[in-house]
């Protein structure tokens, strides 16, 4: 079974889906989540974390498919 979760809006940074929200956003969708039993994981990465993913795809996907990148 594949669950669809809400997404925030991101930007692709070099491939990478990176949200662009604030942290009240960021808390509203955690709140979201949690209230609607929704599997989701976040990926926190500074600008070098983008880097490594630009060249590990493998890595790429897991930001790709994380509820939010930050």
Not at 4 to 9: A, D, G, L, Q, V
Not at 29 to 45: F, G
Request: hydrophobic content about 35%.
């Amino acid at each position: 079974m594949r669950v669809t979760i809400s997404r925030p809006p991101h930007q692709n940074i070099l491939g990478v889906h990176v949200s662009t929200i604030n942290m009240i956003q960021a808390v509203s969708q955690v709140e979201s989540w949690i209230e609607t039993h929704t599997p989701a994981y976040i990926c926190v990465t500074p600008a070098h974390g983008v880097m490594d993913c630009y060249h590990d795809p493998s890595l790429k996907t897991i930001f790709n498919h994380s509820g939010m990148t930050t």
